[in-house]
T-cell receptor, first 113, second 114 residues
Framework: ETGVTQSPTHLIKTRGQQVTLRCSSQSGHNTVSWYQQALGQGPQFIFQYYREEENGRGNFPPRFSGLQFPNYSSELNVNALELDDSALYLC????????????FGEGSWLTVV | DQQVKQNSPSLSVQEGRISILNCDYTNSMFDYFLWYKKYPAEGPTFLISISSIKDKNEDGRFTVFLNKSAKHLSLHIVPSQPGDSAVYFCAALRSRAAGNKLTFGGGTRVLVKP
């Protein structure tokens, strides 16, 4: 139990649609990041939010966007879904920067058909 | 451009013996390294970490070794237990300012046989 909860746990979308994934970080954690894990691969960093501001982005196109709310919960939005977006999406939270333990949620499985 | 690599996709070990997982990295800017364990249908769980100013860190049955000149780290699990069967990921951070921007390897699936 990491205190990081994600919803929904599983969902199926059609190519071209939009999806919103949600993350509730551990209490007090002000840094949230999102990762995409394709089958058989390690997680890939999408972006990070610190106190409601994006402060780091990986190699993902602009159709991947996010938000962090005043209570530090977060959303990942993906527009114009493609088949290759099918993956496990992981949310991670921590208090501040590196050296502090980073806690992951159980992830949201997205299937694009 | 895979900056963190785990060249062994799988490892099988007998219960009670040592499990050694290896990880190589190419980016010399990485200065903090972590190991995560992942069970199916769960998120990665933090195991152990090491700063680049150290060459060894130990926590119970888990020890991580870092060889900066070789850009190589390894995780030793002694003794291995059936509950250790999982996928293990090596991850790296560029700096303390990087927050949660982890760069992961592809993972090694460990099977501990009773």
């Amino acid at each position: 139990e990491t205190g990081v909860t994600q919803s929904p746990t599983h969902l199926i979308k059609t190519r071209g649609q939009q999806v919103t994934l949600r993350c509730s970080s551990q209490s007090g954690h002000n840094t949230v990041s999102w990762y995409q894990q394709a089958l058989g691969q390690g997680p890939q960093f999408i972006f990070q939010y610190y106190r409601e501001e994006e402060n780091g982005r990986g190699n993902f196109p602009p159709r991947f966007s996010g938000l962090q709310f005043p209570n530090y919960s977060s959303e990942l939005n993906v527009n114009a879904l493609e088949l290759d977006d099918s993956a496990l999406y992981l949310c991670a939270s921590s208090l501040g920067g590196a050296g502090n333990t980073i806690y992951f949620g159980e992830g949201s499985w997205l299937t694009v058909v | 451009d895979q900056q963190v690599k785990q060249n062994s996709p799988s490892l099988s070990v007998q219960e009670g013996r040592i499990s050694i997982l290896n990880c190589d990295y190419t980016n010399s800017m990485f200065d903090y390294f972590l190991w995560y364990k992942k069970y199916p249908a769960e998120g990665p769980t933090f195991l152990i970490s090491i700063s680049s100013i150290k060459d060894k860190n130990e926590d119970g049955r888990f020890t991580v070794f870092l060889n900066k000149s070789a850009k190589h780290l390894s995780l030793h699990i002694v003794p291995s237990q059936p509950g250790d069967s999982a996928v293990y990921f090596c991850a790296a951070l560029r700096s303390r300012a990087a927050g949660n921007k982890l760069t992961f390897g592809g993972g090694t699936r460990v099977l501990v046989k009773p």
